[in-house]
């Protein structure tokens, strides 16, 4: 370094052999400044993966743990064979021994290739356009949010995309369109982003992801109200007044001496037999017959007129009273026979 310095100052003239130490003073200088140390704050370590069946306690399913290392692999601003350590040190099992298989065949495979081997192996079997052809048949289910439909479109569209089976130029569009025409016919949600985005480019998934967020809040806002003021208002129209218990009782009451008079009148047919005759004589002999009960109003509740002639006002308690008079009197007779 001290070299360098006094080159670029001027201070030294140049040796013969100079140039030579020059290139390897820089060439390790930028080596580390391009190296981010493994235990910094910048090194996120991958999840453990093994490839086994089932999944072992601590590691990940092979999609989730290759979606976080594809991100990483992009994000980590370190030299390709800090990368390829970082990979190898996440892998136990059969899944580590195909990359040391790969490393046996081609010492200078990069990170990419480690992936694309385990890619290979673990990785689904579907080309892109049979994954296109899946991304297309996909639809919401019942009682799936419109945000969950969506997640599971665009993770369709991402394992696709990294098959070759949809240009990154178009993934916006096929993931609107399929949106659209995936979702339920009754989900307003979907309608009101068809309507919103009919005339407009189609958004990232972000974007369409923070739009359908806001509608669903909104739509179980509007929901949670209706029920709230549904639950207030329903126990008010259930609960009966005294009035109408008090209608419902005289009602019944009026039902019961209704039948009663009805036994009591109906005539007996020539085809009686003459032994019910005669004891019907003899029991009026040995007792004499009720009084009539006398004829009032079921509206006001006085004697001498009926309910569709009365001018008087309503008087409910004492048309009860008088029912349950007629009541008890023809059940003291019934119990005196």
């Known amino acids: 370094m001290n070299e360098v310095k006094a080159l670029i100052m001027g201070k030294q003239s140049p040796k013969s052999d100079i140039s030579v130490d020059l290139v390897d003073t820089i060439g390790k200088l930028v080596d580390r400044c391009n190296q981010v140390s493994s235990d910094g704050p910048g090194y996120r370590k991958l999840r453990l993966f093994s490839g086994l069946k089932p999944v072992p306690p601590g590691e990940e399913e092979y999609e989730i743990w290759m979606e976080q290392a594809a991100q990483m692999i992009s994000e980590w601003q370190c030299t390709e064979a800090a990368k390829k350590q970082r990979i190898v040190e996440s892998l136990r099992g ?21 992936l694309a081997a385990l890619e290979t192996a673990y ?8 994954l296109m052809a899946r991304f297309r048949h996909t639809y919401q289910e019942n009682g799936e949010k419109l945000s969950a439909f969506l997640y599971r479109l665009d993770k369709l569209l991402h394992r696709a995309l990294l098959k070759g089976g949809i240009d990154a130029v178009g993934i916006n569009r096929a993931r609107m369109e399929q949106l659209i025409k995936g979702a339920l016919t009754n989900d307003m949600v979907a309608l009101r982003i068809r309507m919103t985005h009919t005339l407009q480019s189609p958004p990232s998934f972000s974007q369409l992801m923070k739009e359908i967020r806001e509608e669903e809040h909104w739509v179980a806002a509007r929901e949670n109200v209706k029920a709230s003021v549904a639950t207030v ?33 109906v005539p007996c047919g020539s085809d009686c037999a003459p032994e019910s005759v005669n ?3 003899s029991q009026k002999a040995k007792s004499t017959q009720p009084p009539v009960p006398v004829i009032f109003c079921y ?35 019934a119990g005196a026979q």
């Open 299 to 333: 509206k006001c509740g006085e004697d001498g007129h009926k309910k569709w002639e009365c001018k008087a006002p309503e008087d409910l308690r004492k048309v009860y009273q008088k029912l349950i008079k007629m009541q008890y009197l023809q059940g003291n007779w």
């Open 233 to 265: 208002v329903s126990p008010q129209a259930y609960v009966p007044s005294e009035l109408q218990n008090l209608k419902k009782e005289v009602k019944e009451l009026s039902t019961q001496v209704s039948q009663l008079l009805n036994v009591a009148t």
């Open 123 to 130: 990785g689904t079997t579907e080309s892109g356009p049979d």
């Open 94 to 114: 059969p899944a580590a021994d195909i990359v040391r298989f790969l490393k046996v065949s081609n010492p200078s495979a990069i990170a990419n290739e480690y």
């Open 279 to 281: 004891r019907d004589n």
